[in-house]
């Protein structure tokens, strides 16, 4: 087995994929978990280019950081709707527009 | 030649890394939106130099779609998350 | 041919600086906005270095134009975005960074 450069890259992409998935995973924050994601998406398509299936790495890329990136974002809209006050999410500038909205009439 | 392009590959990676500090402790949302698309961009750039390192010309293909479908995120961050519910007084003014 | 080799890895040495440049001050910066202008940096200049200088290497025109089409989505991508997110910064009242 012969060591190159790219070993040291693979090295330092799955340590750096385990590390994403750890944060992601482990997040209070609905936001930042879903950047997380799709940051861990664009990190997990060079991965599959580094595992030499870049068919693969062309589908990841599509969905993951194309489509459920947006989905999630736009769902994370619907659900701050619809379940106002049960969990913390941390766009802290709707909450301060709540918030005037809500004390400016009284 | 090529390991140059794999060198300079090597290098872009732990600026990816290093920047996830940003997305871990961004004050506003749109902190951690702005990085996540620095991320798009890096990675677009780090496919271009791996496609010139491993000699495989497909992976621009992989950049291609990756340049494609970056500004997805962002704008539907923008219109969806971020600006929605804050209906200030000038209602949805974004021209 | 040896001289479009070594100028396209100058022109990819000087996109790599502006991307680590970019990162430094993605994550060094004080304000929303002054972030916003390290990343347009590193986004516009960064990539188009880096495509120039690939392009000069590569040696088909296929390529060129496939590099070139990248960094035109990107350039659009990156100015579209960044203008919105200045714009609605702007609009949720977050005040501009200034000197203490």
Known sequence: ?106 | MSWLHTLFALILLPAIAVGMIRILRGPTAADRMMTAQLFGTCGVAILLLLSAGMLNPVLIDIALVFALLAALATLTFIRRTWQGSGKNKHGYPLS | MDILYHSGTLFIVIGVLFFLSGTVGLIRFPDIYTRLHALTKADNVGLGCVVCGLALQSGSWVLTVKLLLIWLLVLIASSASCHLIASSAMQKNIKPWTRP
């Open chain 1, 1 to 106: 087995m012969t060591y190159s450069i790219l070993t040291l890259f693979d090295i330092i992409l799955v340590a750096t994929l385990l590390w994403l998935g750890w944060r992601l995973l482990s997040s209070e924050d609905i936001f930042k978990a879903v950047v997380l994601f799709i940051s861990f998406g664009l990190l997990m398509a060079l991965a599959w280019v580094r595992m030499r299936a870049p068919d693969v790495a062309l589908a990841e890329a599509a969905l993951g950081a194309g489509l459920t990136g947006p989905l999630f974002l736009a769902a994370l809209r619907r659900m701050n709707r619809s379940h106002k006050g049960e969990r913390r999410l941390d766009i802290d500038e709707n909450r301060d527009g709540d918030h005037g909205k809500n004390s400016e009439p009284t």
